[in-house]
């Protein structure tokens, strides 16, 4: 999720939790253009540095700050009021409460409105905001992306009288919202696939390509008898293969593996 008309410059990986990589070419060139990011309309060094790669191409940086974990609403203020110029980015990584929070979710609609000016106010906790350097009011000129796993509109759509549900929905029309809809083992396994071939994630666990060939194979014959499949299952297999290569699959049928599956 960003503001409109805003996009963050980050890694390829984070990416492909919220793109259509199947149908959509991962290229910072087509993902831009498909976030309608003018990259020529500001060249002040102070809100966005360019440099070249080897062919002479110009490169867009944002600049972007990382926050992951639980987050109270305060923090949250303080946070946005750090990084309120235009063209800084937060970006809010798994901070899932903040979306069961009334006052977060207020927090973020206006930080997030899309009318000319973007004011936030906060008056409780003022004492934390004091010790801290940080106005209870002030505009907001930056933008926000997050990266969650929580599918929001079947959440709406299944709690239709929740009372968070008219605040997520004010929340969603106010952003960009991308998602891969990876809710079937089949997906996630062609994700796994991807990233493999693209990153070689599985590299960094001991794996050549032979082996993490192995791996993924191993995962899509029993790919309704695993517990989870998801990049994070592939890395646990490939480390139960490093420490094992002979008994690295009896391993994982006993730890990974359904209750009715396990041997």
């Known amino acids: 999720m960003s503001r409109k008309n805003s996009v963050i410059d980050y890694f390829r990986w984070r990416w492909c939790r919220k793109i259509i990589y199947r149908r959509i070419p991962l290229k910072e060139n087509a993902i831009y253009d498909a976030l309608a990011w003018d990259a020529e309309s500001d060249d002040d060094d102070n809100i966005r540095r360019t440099e070249c790669d080897t062919r002479g191409n110009k490169k867009f940086q944002p600049k972007y700050t990382i926050l992951k974990g639980a987050i109270s609403p305060v923090i949250l203020f303080a946070t946005l009021h750090k990084y309120s110029n235009s063209g800084e980015i937060l970006v809010l990584d798994d901070c899932d409460s903040i979306f069961w929070d009334v006052d977060s979710l207020n927090i973020l609609k206006a930080a997030l409105d899309t009318g000319n000016r973007r004011t936030l106010t906060y008056s409780k906790d003022s004492h934390i905001l004091k010790e801290r350097g940080v106005p209870t009011k002030f505009d907001y000129h930056g933008s926000v992306i997050f990266i969650t796993n929580l599918d929001f509109e079947a959440y709406c759509d299944n709690r239709p009288n929740s009372s968070i549900v008219p605040h997520l929905k004010a929340l969603l029309s106010r952003t960009h919202y991308l998602s891969v809809g990876l809710h079937k083992p089949e997906e996630?396994?062609?994700?796994?696939?991807?990233?493999?071939?693209?990153?070689?994630?599985?590299?960094?666990?001991?794996?050549?390509?032979?082996?993490?060939?192995?791996?993924?194979?191993?995962?899509?014959?029993?790919?309704?008898?695993?517990?989870?499949?998801?990049?994070r299952s592939a890395i646990s297999i490939a480390e139960k293969r490093h420490i094992s290569p002979e008994k690295w699959r009896q391993m994982v049928r006993v730890m990974e593996f359904k209750r009715e599956f396990r041997k």
């Open 188 to 231: 996630r396994l062609i994700q796994i696939q991807y990233i493999q071939e693209t990153s070689n994630f599985l590299g960094r666990y001991g794996c050549d390509k032979t082996d993490a060939d192995e791996i993924i194979k191993f995962i899509a014959d029993n790919i309704h008898q695993l517990r989870e499949v998801s990049l």
